[in-house]
């Protein structure tokens, strides 16, 4: 079965920190592997996507890494922000859909 | 683009009612997706269409459950009769080609339905 689990669940930092967001997959065999930002109420925002063949993508502050061998993926933010505070989706693309994470709630505190 | 587009925002119904989301995909998507968010199983995919198509709907959780897509620029999904279990948040994502290559899917806004 394909399975994405996210840790932690929820975290509290202040601002500045770097932080670390962590994704696991179950299945190997995938496409892409996508980060997703959602805010309370609404849609998601696509963060960075890295295509099975790459080991990471950079996106400003925002550093997405891939390790397809051991189904692990991470999200690395750089001296946080308040505006950083949302809901981060990890998602695998196993080429007919994507199978998403139950998500890590940041917040950083000012 | 207005990016992907759903209505209503908010429903309040109640149970045994029959429940019409819908969605406007963006213009020249090719892909459209269903998913429904709750807090018990996440986010999860109901059905989608490629080329107004539907291609799986392995998602769907039971005959209650229906969606069409009759033209590129418009599809619904339907619950009848709906269930207090069908609260969730409902999203529609549309995508230029499927997974595989490097193309994300853009989601709506969600569709906040509640079944009293």
């Known amino acids: 079965k394909q399975e994405v689990t996210q840790i932690p669940a929820a975290l509290s930092v202040p601002e500045g920190e770097n932080l670390v967001l962590n994704c696991s997959f179950t299945?190997?065999?995938?496409?892409?592997l996508q980060w997703f930002r959602q805010d309370p109420g609404k849609g998601l925002t696509s963060l960075l996507l890295?295509?099975?063949?790459?080991r990471e993508q950079t996106s400003g502050r925002l550093n997405a890494s891939l390790d397809k061998s051991s189904g692990r993926s991470t999200l690395y933010i750089a001296a946080s922000q308040p505006g950083d505070s949302a809901t981060y989706l990890c998602?695998?693309?196993?080429?007919?859909?994507?199978?998403f994470g139950a998500g890590t709630i940041l917040r950083v505190k000012s | 683009d207005a990016g992907v587009i759903q209505s209503p925002r908010h429903e309040v119904t109640e149970m045994g009612q029959e429940v019409t989301l819908r969605c406007k995909p963006i213009?020249?998507?090719?892909?459209l997706f269903w998913y429904r968010q709750t807090m018990m199983r996440g986010l999860e995919l109901l059905i989608y269409?490629?080329?107004?198509?539907?291609?799986?709907d392995s998602g769907m959780p039971e005959d209650r459950f229906s969606a069409k897509m009759p033209n590129a620029s418009f599809s619904t999904l339907k619950i009848q009769p709906s269930e207090p279990r069908d609260s969730a948040v409902y999203f529609c994502?549309?995508?230029?080609?499927?997974?595989?290559?490097?193309?994300?899917?853009?989601f709506g806004p969600g569709t906040r339905l509640l079944v009293l």
């Open positions: 890295i295509q099975s063949s790459q």
């Open positions: 299945d190997s065999a995938i496409y892409n």
């Open positions: 269409f490629n080329n107004n198509v539907p291609i799986d």
């Open positions: 213009s020249g998507h090719d892909y």
């Open positions: 994502a549309s995508s230029l080609r499927l997974a595989g290559a490097k193309e994300t899917q853009y």
């Open positions: 998602a695998v693309d196993y080429g007919n859909k994507l199978v």
